[in-house]
T-cell receptor
Framework: GAVVSQHPSRVICKSGTSVKIECRSLDFQATTMFWYRQFPKKSLMLMATSNEGSKATYEQGVEKDKFLINHASLTLSTLTVTSAHPEDSSFYIC????????????FGPGTRLTVL | DAKTTQPPSMDCAEGRAANLPCNHSTISGNEYVYWYRQIHSQGPQYIIHGLKNNETNEMASLIITEDRKSSTLILPHATLRDTAVYYCIVRVPFGNEKLTFGTGTRLTIIP
């Protein structure tokens, strides 16, 4: 149980294009999902908290107009990197908070974004 | 501010118990201790969590000191697949409080 998937696992795009990453909780409902970014040899940094049916809460320094988050259902959140640039190349990871009585976060496998 | 302190790296022989320490001397009464690990190029994997009692599951055991200022994650019989970065995180559950990842401990299992 408590499986989170991400799609795609890897994407390469040209500078200036937009990329959408999907995060799904496969066997549980998640009212809250989180989006993280991880640069090489660095730790995970939280970008935003996504709540089903409401606007996402962004961490300081994260541009909300560049990283669009939609949490339209209890099992799906999407992150769209708009007008991507090479500096946006990173490993993007989502997590979903389980409401099974433990409030544990379970993570997806991550999406490797490379912007040329 | 880092809430936890972990050694940057550790080695452990395959088949032996791996004991990963974590200091959280400023932990508050309602904060739990969570352990995650991240194998290279994968998302973090939940291992175990606890409040004050020792906990055990199919992956590991968590030993929390009586004053709750430190804890130890124990992998009883380490395998090569346990090579990963291990993160110790303190957090209050049920309040949408985020997980704050520090630098963790890079555990290398030696054949």
């Amino acid at each position: 149980g408590a499986v989170v998937s991400q799609h795609p696992s890897r994407v390469i795009c040209k500078s200036g294009t937009s990329v959408k990453i999907e995060c799904r909780s496969l066997d549980f409902q998640a009212t809250t999902m989180f989006w993280y970014r991880q640069f090489p040899k660095k730790s995970l940094m939280l970008m935003a908290t996504s709540n089903e049916g409401s606007k996402a809460t962004y961490e300081q320094g994260v541009e909300k107009d560049k990283f669009l988050i939609n949490h339209a259902s209890l099992t799906l959140s999407t992150l769209t990197v708009t007008s991507a640039h090479p500096e946006d190349s990173s490993f993007y990871i989502c997590s979903a908070e389980s409401r099974d009585g433990t409030d544990t976060q379970y993570f997806g496998p991550g999406t490797r974004l490379t912007v040329l | 501010d880092a809430k936890t302190t972990q050694p940057p790296s550790m080695d452990c022989a395959e088949g032996r118990a791996a004991n990963l320490p974590c200091n959280h001397s400023t932990i508050s009464g309602n904060e739990y201790v969570y352990w995650y690990r991240q194998i290279h190029s994968q998302g973090p994997q939940y291992i175990i969590h606890g409040l004050k009692n020792n906990e055990t599951n199919e992956m590991a055991s968590l030993i929390i000191t009586e004053d709750r200022k430190s804890s130890t994650l124990i992998l009883p019989h380490a395998t090569l697949r346990d090579t990963a970065v291990y993160y110790c995180i303190v957090r209050v559950p049920f309040g949408n409080e985020k997980l704050t990842f520090g630098t963790g401990t890079r555990l290398t299992i030696i054949p």
